[in-house]
């Protein structure tokens, strides 16, 4: 059976031939890894990173990926730790203020305007505004490469999550983490492009089961 769609095909070393390369709208929204780091010397930082995400249950572990050896990924080399924080509604602007190219030691905590929160497990601070955290402990640091095998200037940073924080008025009467309550926002493609989500556009489907 033939696709009932017309496609517009490209190679991307080619490039896309569009006014804007639709990658990051294609694959989104995507969760917001919202990082929190200190380095060696104790200086804090703060920064949200647009490809994030979960990659195993049991142990959990999360990973985000940094376009250059940004501040982030150099604390966390240096001392194998760091926060992730939820960005919510709430904390948008604060998320998104933190995104500025400040001079590494310069803190985006107080750029920002957050609070740090002390870790229990971990010395990088958390966000104290965000109702969920995860502390964690660096697990693999890679630099990503091409289909030749040719390294380029792009780290994917892995974590084992050693601790969670959940604001409880998150979890319902059975315990039960209630995602759209948190108002979480989402990256989509573009320079400026974010989503919410609500309970009016969720919708359930279980997997198929084969007897």
């Avoid at 001392?79 to 803190?107: C, H, K, Y």
């Avoid at 999550?161 to 990256?187: C, F, M, S, W």
Wanted: proline fraction near 7%.
């Amino acid at each position: 059976m033939s696709s009932p769609f017309e496609y517009y095909s490209y190679q991307p070393r080619q490039g896309h031939g569009l006014s804007h390369d639709p990658l990051n709208a294609i694959i989104g929204p995507r969760p917001i890894g919202w990082i929190s780091s200190i380095s060696a010397d104790g200086k804090h930082n703060l920064a949200p990173y647009s490809f994030f995400n979960c990659f195993s249950y049991h142990p959990p572990v999360i990973g985000f990926a940094s376009s250059g050896w940004k501040d982030s990924v150099a604390n966390i080399n240096e001392t194998g730790e760091f926060v992730w924080n939820l960005a919510t509604i709430e904390t948008a602007e604060a998320m998104n203020q933190s995104s500025a190219a400040l001079p590494r030691g310069e803190d985006e905590f107080v750029f920002s305007g957050v609070n740090m929160q002390a870790s229990q497990w971990v010395k990088a601070a958390r966000v104290a505004e965000s109702p969920v955290n995860f502390e964690c402990k660096l697990t693999q640091c890679i630099q990503l490469q091409d289909q030749y095998g040719q390294p380029f200037d792009s780290w994917l940073v892995l974590g084992e999550v050693i601790g969670i924080h959940i604001a409880e008025n998150l979890l319902d009467d059975q315990g039960v983490y209630q995602t759209a309550a948190a108002k979480p926002i989402l990256r989509a493609g573009g320079p400026s492009a974010y989503y919410a989500i609500s309970d009016e556009n969720r919708f359930d489907m279980f997997r198929p089961i084969i007897k």
